[in-house]
């Protein structure tokens, strides 16, 4: 079974200042894991995706995530927050075996103050 | 990248009747698509697993007479809510896997809200 914890429902911070959004994750077999933002009464659109290989991955819009094994974490950071960056974030995560469902996180709102 | 589109994307119908919801993949063909189900401020639940030429499998405690789902080609899944109540007023986003999925990806449609008066 697989699972994804998202601490924090609601993250905010002013323009300029670092995003990180955490991500916990149980996985019985190697995850592959994911961040999608979605933004009001839209579908996700992929920010990026660790598939076993780098730890560190790199996305769009600036944003990055670093796979921690021992930790089992998965946080998604930026340096600097834009107000366009103000979106629902999920984590998500699945196995390697190919045609499986993601497991969702609850989301994290960020907000960003101007 | 790989494009689902999710038609239509508002639809408001009267209790009691039946809405249909289609989800295609326009730039490859996809053998399993996913069904998900979003209450407002939550997460995505996992509904059912669309295999094309075969039938759906329903998660727990989703009611398949209900959520009525078909995969009659390799490009296009469709929902379709039977007698649709007010408590079915919800956001639904389909998603599909190009080819055997092995990067685990998903892609996903645009979403489609049903509001039920």
């Known amino acids: 079974a697989q699972s994804v914890t998202q601490l924090g429902s609601h993250v905010s911070v002013s323009e300029g200042a670092l995003v990180l959004l955490r991500c916990n994750y149980s996985?019985?077999?190697?995850?592959?894991l994911f961040w999608y933002v979605q933004y009001p009464n839209q579908g996700l659109q992929l920010l990026l995706k660790?598939?076993?290989?780098?730890?560190l991955v790199k996305g769009i819009n600036g944003f990055e995530a670093e796979f921690k094994k021992s930790e089992t974490s998965f946080h998604l950071t930026k340096p600097s927050a834009h107000m366009s960056d103000a979106a629902e974030y999920f984590c998500a995560v699945t196995g390697p075996s190919g045609n499986t469902p993601l497991v969702f996180g609850k989301g994290t709102r960020l907000s960003v103050i101007a | 990248g790989a494009v689902v589109s999710q038609h239509p994307s508002r639809v408001i119908c009267k209790s009691g009747t039946s809405v249909k919801i289609e989800c295609r993949s326009l730039?490859?063909?996809?053998?399993?698509m996913f069904w998900y189900r979003q209450f407002p401020k939550q997460s995505l639940m996992l509904m059912a697993t669309s295999n094309e030429g075969s039938k759906a499998t329903y998660e727990q405690g989703v009611e398949k007479d209900k959520f009525l789902i078909n995969h009659a080609s390799l490009t296009l899944s469709t929902l379709t809510v039977t007698s649709a109540h007010p408590e079915d007023s919800s956001f639904y986003i389909c998603s599909a896997v190009p080819g055997q999925g092995a990067t685990g990806e998903l892609f996903f449609g645009e979403g489609s809200r049903l509001t039920v008066l």
């Open positions: 996985s019985s077999v190697p995850p592959y």
């Open positions: 660790y598939t076993s290989a780098a730890t």
């Open positions: 730039d490859f063909q996809a053998t399993t």
